[in-house]
Nanobody
Framework: QVQLVESGGGLVQPGGSLRLSCAAS????????MRWYRQAPGKEREFVAG????????NYAHSVKGRFTISRDNAKNTGYLQMNSLKPEDTAVYYC??????????WGQGTQVTVSS
């Protein structure tokens, strides 16, 4: 399986920006798709954004479209989630998820994002 390490979370004021990173340690299998999910207190985990590792096609949840951008650096096996115009309702633990070419599903440990004045 792919090992994932997330970073970049923190406290930011409404309207601010953060960039999350997800560094993947690959072995036999490589990354097929990388996705970001988030889970707010008392709520279910929800999809935020996804990117095809080879082609770079992206998709987003309606709630973040136009504010968040997912990208990747193939050479570094690292994905990013640029979050702009943050709102208090974006507060959650953000998780990186990878589906590798062996069809294994891996999750990161999560990083806390808090949007508050």
């Amino acid at each position: 399986q792919v090992q994932l390490v997330e970073s970049g979370g923190g406290l930011v004021q409404p309207g601010g920006s953060l960039r999350l990173s997800c560094a993947a340690s690959v072995n036999i299998f490589s990354i097929n798709v990388m996705r970001w999910y988030r889970q707010a207190p008392g709520k279910e985990r929800e999809f935020v954004a996804g990117i095809s590792w080879s082609g770079g096609s992206t998709n987003y949840a309606h709630s973040v479209k136009g504010r968040f951008t997912i990208s990747r650096d193939n050479a570094k096996n690292t994905g990013y989630l640029q979050m702009n115009s943050l709102k208090p309702e974006d507060t959650a633990v953000y998780y990186c998820n990878v589906l590798d070419t062996g069809m294994h599903d891996s999750w990161g440990q999560g990083t806390q994002v808090t949007v508050s004045s």
